[in-house]
């Protein structure tokens, strides 16, 4: 089974963005095993902790390093990424020549309740990914404008369109780890 290493850029208890990356997994199974990073205990970076890891670096290094591929679903804060991506980013890619993120093949969603779900933060985002080394999946893009109808209370989708689109996008994301993986 395909392992993915899924980091969700919302910290809320009550996140829709893992909310979706769960409905995500639930369309998955069977195929792929998610595995998500805690990223509530990731420090911001600064090079001079190097001297003494947290155990949460080391951790989502692991996972990432541990995983087929990467799964990034975020929010839109102030058109772009939240930093708690940012800082899993750059600690990913330290220390120098242990890049976790090399050769990974990778996908962005996200959602917000506004009319192009996260859309310019998955633009940012995509653009980020490539620079340190992952193999972003290009098309199809899922912008989601949530909407908690259409799930129900154990997070999966009951909507029939809404369930159709995002199987879509789990089937495209696995044919991209296919083509690109290792």
């Known amino acids: ?7 969700v850029g919302s910290l809320r208890k009550d996140s829709i963005n893992r909310k979706l990356a769960g409905a995500l997994e639930k369309l998955a199974a069977g195929r792929m095993e998610f595995v998500y990073a805690d990223l509530s205990e990731l420090p911001h970076y600064n090079d001079d902790i190097w001297e003494n890891i947290p155990d949460s670096v ?23 990424y939240p930093g708690v991506i940012k800082d899993a980013i750059d600690w990913g890619t330290r220390p120098w020549g242990k890049n976790s993120w090399t050769g990974k093949p990778a996908a962005i969603t996200g959602t917000s309740p506004g009319a192009i779900g996260s859309a310019i ?7 980020t990914m490539v620079t340190v080394g992952t193999a972003v999946m290009g098309q199809p893009e899922l912008y989601y404008a949530f909407k908690p109808e259409h799930f129900d209370a154990n997070g999966a989708v009951t909507d029939d369109s809404t369930r159709d689109f995002l199987q879509a996008w789990v089937n495209s994301f696995a ?8």
Do not use: C, F, S
């Open 1 to 7: 089974m395909t392992r993915i290493a899924v980091l």
């Open 58 to 80: 080391t951790a989502l290094k692991a996972t990432v390093e541990a995983a087929d591929a990467v799964l990034m679903v975020v929010p839109e804060y102030n058109r772009t």
């Open 121 to 127: 933060a998955q633009h940012h985002l995509r653009t």
């Open 175 to 182: 044919d991209w780890i296919a083509r690109t993986g290792k």
